[in-house]
């Protein structure tokens, strides 16, 4: 543990497991995996096993970026500056980490407002998992008990959706913000092992951070698209997704032809280059691949790749309070969409909205955690949403989010 004040409010717990990070394959504790991406470093082509783990919730106190730099650097992976070159193994045994954020630990960093009730109160708000290379006996697992997933309830209805969507564009008509990005919730009953089912969810066709985090009683599964941040020698790298219509060749025309929803990505683009600019080099900013359209399932989506060059001796808990969260899932500006979001929607987005991805010395890929489902031991819980702008249409948003939850949906069931 790290000594002094902030060792407090940490709760190093027990190893757990974490599978297919972005990539990075992860042994869960008990078994093996092989590492064959070529992303992983290559001391990594083998097998880790947990080292350490830390927990931490919004009830513990403190600010959960100095905690995570802090924990990461008592246990051999110093991120205080990721500008400095690496060179070699890092002479602790460990390897990397795997790191996760909500959004509302991500609110709790821009000074947002979080009052909305957790729907999976038992996931913790940062997880932090160190790594090292070696082989962790084998434990035959148990027999899987028989998967089955209940009804779907939503936390609003299509109605209260919509009439969400007419309050942002009432406050963007008062002036109180230019976009909002509303979130709705579901959770279902289920019986059986989680796990297969949210492994199943990141092997979703275009999920670049598809994966499975897993602790005491709660387990995260990841089909994300999106990058949040990625840092490699010192070079900053945001790509912000706005923007959906089905993968037709019809939906791609329209999305490319659409002025609300170039207008919105645009919106969006310039607010993380704000974001970055607050940790770049003076003048590095620039953009990339505006309004690129990509395929995530049945879907067009548009994105554009905002990098920069990171400031001297940038660490983590300053980059992930610049970034988090997101722009793409919050609005512009950042901090009076998120005081919007905070008034209406009905339940907080749990794992959703957060970031979710591996870190080391000298470079960090978080995912932000769209596409995503947790289990809580009792039910599991989807989020899905869209951007909110004057231009919106009710019943085309409510559209939207049932378009972008039908595909977590039915992997989840076994569809």
Known sequence: MVPGKSTERMRKVGPYGVETLPDVCAAAVGRTASIDVPAAPAACRGALTERARLHWSRGDGGDPAALAEEFLAAHGLPLHDLTRPVTGHHGTGACGAALYLSAAAGALLAGAPTAGPEPAPTLPDLAVVVYQHGTAPTTPPDPPAPWRLGEWTESWTPQQHAAAVDAIRAAIGRGDVYQANLVGHASAPYTGDPLPALTRLGALPGARYGGVLTGDGWAIGCASPETLVEVTDGHVITRPIKGTRPATAAGRAELLASAKERAEHIMIVDLERNDLARIARTGTVTVDDLFAVRRWCDLWQAESTVRATAADGLGLADLLRATCPGGSVTGAPKLAALTQ???????????????????????VDLGLTIRTAAADGRRLHTWAGGGITWDSDAAAEVAEAAAKTAPIRATLAGR
Do not use: C, D, K
């Open 341 to 363: 979001i905070n008034n209406l929607e009905p339940v907080g987005r749990g794992a959703s909205m957060g970031a979710l991805g591996w870190v080391a010395p000298g470079r």
